[in-house]
């Protein structure tokens, strides 16, 4: 009888192990691939002041979109005013955006916003913004605004985006306007004291002539490519109008300021501040596919 139990017992004890062995085993694989598999919610983080982002639990890869500070205007603070006083607006800031970048759950990660360039008798120009360095996506912040040579507009780094709108004065005719910011595919409005473009790409249109004054240049949104802002500072893809008429500042994100030719006239504008968007989640990314809130 105790033979019988034991071999009884025994074979249901290697079994049992057997059975339990296979059952942890698969068991523990079998959470370690669900957890895996699970994706993470989808998300989002808008920067408008430099900081560290921390990739969420789940979170591998990421999709950023950088907006270079716009560049100021400038102006003469004479209390004359005249066609060979004439100043320059300040450029917009580029738009770069990369998808797939790969992060770390847990890791923090440095994001750098562009200031806005501040007026001056020579325009301060644009900071530029960038996510983990300059080298993974960037936008670089638009030339300030001088009496007589062009200020640039930010190029970009990225798998995409668009220049910022160039201005061009040479002391004579009209003040130019502030140039739009760079969007998504193409690049923001140039300006000159002839002319003011509408921005491409969803990019942000050039600011308004006046003569002795102009408007800021329009700013680009960060949820994605939309409609270019028109010429006379309108926004692109959501972004925000520059100021027009006297002290044009530039519109958010990334627009130059305008331009004055005397004090009578204002002391013309501010470029913009840039900014740097980063959305995870499956099926997103920049220029526009599932790029809103969520």
């Not at 759950?105 to 300059?134: D, E, H, R």
């Not at 006046?210 to 700013?219: P, R, T």
Request: hydrophobic share 20%; glycine share 32%.
């Amino acid at each position: 009888m105790a033979n019988n139990v034991e071999k009884v017992n025994g074979i249901s004890i290697d079994d049992i192990e057997k059975v339990n062995g296979i059952t942890d085993d698969n068991l523990e694989a079998l959470n370690g691939e669900e957890f895996a598999q699970t994706p993470a919610d989808p998300g989002q983080a808008v920067f408008t002041s430099s900081g560290t982002w921390t990739a969420p639990a789940k979170v591998t890869s990421v999709c950023v979109v950088a907006v270079g500070g716009g560049g100021g205007g400038s102006y003469t603070g004479s209390t004359s005013c005249g066609w060979h006083y004439r100043r320059g607006g300040g450029a917009g800031g580029g738009l770069g955006y990369k998808n797939n970048i790969t992060v770390v759950p847990g890791t923090g990660y440095t994001v750098v916003v562009g200031g806005g360039g501040y007026k001056g008798s020579v325009g301060n120009a644009g900071g530029q913004s960038y996510f983990i360095n300059n080298s993974t996506v960037a936008g670089n912040g638009g030339g300030g605004g001088s009496g007589s040579a062009t200020a640039y507009g930010g190029g970009r780094v990225g798998d995409g985006g668009g220049n910022g709108g160039s201005t061009t004065n040479n002391d004579s005719w009209y003040c130019s306007p502030g140039g739009g910011a760079g969007g998504y595919s193409g690049n923001g409005g140039s300006t000159a004291q002839t002319y003011s473009n509408a921005g491409s790409g969803g990019g942000g249109g050039g600011g308004t002539r006046y003569g002795d004054y102009s408007g800021g240049g329009g700013g680009v949104g960060l949820l994605g490519e939309g409609s270019s802002g028109a010429a006379n500072g309108y926004g692109g893809s959501g972004g925000n109008n520059g100021t027009q008429g006297q002290d044009g500042h530039g519109g958010s994100y990334g627009g130059g300021g305008g331009a004055s030719s005397c004090a009578p006239r204002g002391q013309g504008g501010v470029g913009r501040a840039g900014a740097v968007r980063i959305i995870w989640g499956e099926g997103r990314s920049y220029p526009s596919t599932n790029t809103g809130d969520v």
